[in-house]
Nanobody, 121 residues
Framework: QVQLVESGGGLVQPGGSLRLSCAAS????????MGWYRQAPGKQRELVAT???????DYADSVKGRFTISRDNAKNTIYLQMNSLKPEDTAVYYC???????????????WGQGTQVTVSS
């Protein structure tokens, strides 16, 4: 199994910044794409940003130019630098990873427990 642990959420004023981290641990053979998703109250979970093992990134239009995803493969960790935060960024942010626990086992998606980000004055 693969465990994902997020950290770095909190309360921030509009225009402020936060940096989220997600560390993967457990029986890991290989980790492929990783990413951040978020879910606001009463809304569906949505993609925020993804990053491949080689570093290719993709972002939701709503966060382009404000958020930056990065990855440290040696530490099995991804980060989300969030700048110019807006009230509409308020949500629980979840980390996702596509990983293999063994070479003979197909890649599987794993989720973290989520971290709350609240943008409010």
């Amino acid at each position: 199994q693969v465990q994902l642990v997020e950290s770095g959420g909190g309360l921030v004023q509009p225009g402020g910044s936060l940096r989220l981290s997600c560390a993967a641990s457990g029986s890991i053979f290989s980790i492929y794409a990783m990413g951040w998703y978020r879910q606001a109250p009463g809304k569906q979970r949505e993609l925020v940003a993804t990053i491949t093992r080689s570093g290719s990134t993709d972002y939701a239009d709503s966060v382009k130019g404000r958020f930056t995803i990065s990855r440290d493969n040696a530490k099995n960790t991804i980060y989300l630098q969030m700048n110019s935060l807006k009230p509409e960024d308020t949500a629980v942010y979840y980390c996702n990873a596509v990983a293999q626990v063994q070479a003979a086992v197909p890649p599987t998606g794993y989720w973290g427990q989520g971290t709350q980000v609240t943008v409010s004055s």
